[in-house]
């Protein structure tokens, strides 16, 4: 648990310091959905992310914070590219990520795989849907799908 806190206030920091210096860098807050199946158990799901443009190119650098709110919960710090779609498709997005957690059933922390995409259904609020593979002996396939809020 010390773990989780210390990684998830290096994020907001590193946030902080990409808009103290002008950086296009954005805070955001997700809620939902959340699902695995090793262990098999449902429940909710908090991500913090918090992601910086790349100038002359249309993706974004960021990292997030998964905690799901389930017994035995557990946790994923990744680091992501997210494309901009844009135009064409309102918004939407794909992306990618790689990092570490403990997701597994034996709930030892390795390596982490991530994939999503989102859609903006109303100002500052986006519909995500993520998949999560911890690639470690005894890894689980996780699933979030829930409302992203930027702040």
């Known amino acids: 648990m010390k773990r989780l806190c210390l990684t998830i ?16 860098a954005q805070l955001s807050v997700a809620g939902g959905g959340y699902v695995s199946n ?7 799901a908090v991500l913090v992310s918090s992601a910086a443009s790349v100038p002359t190119l249309p993706i974004e650098l960021q990292a997030t914070v998964l905690v799901p709110i389930v017994p035995g919960g557990g946790y994923a ?11 064409g498709f309102g918004g939407a997005y794909v992306g990618a990520g790689i990092g570490i957690g403990n997701l ?14 989102g859609k903006p259904i109303a100002p500052f609020t986006t519909f995500e849907l993520r998949v ?3 690639t470690q002996a005894g ?7 829930g409302l992203r809020f930027s702040l």
Do not use: H, K, M, N
């Open 139 to 145: 890894g689980s396939t996780a699933g979030f799908v």
């Open 38 to 44: 090793s262990p098999s158990q449902t429940g909710g």
């Open 104 to 117: 597994s059933s034996t709930r030892q922390t390795g390596p982490v795989i991530t994939a999503f995409v």
């Open 77 to 87: 710090v990744t680091g992501e590219v997210r494309g901009l779609s844009g135009g």
């Open 9 to 24: 206030a290096l994020v907001l920091l590193a946030s902080a310091g990409g808009i103290a210096r002008g950086d296009a």
């Open 132 to 134: 999560y593979q911890g």
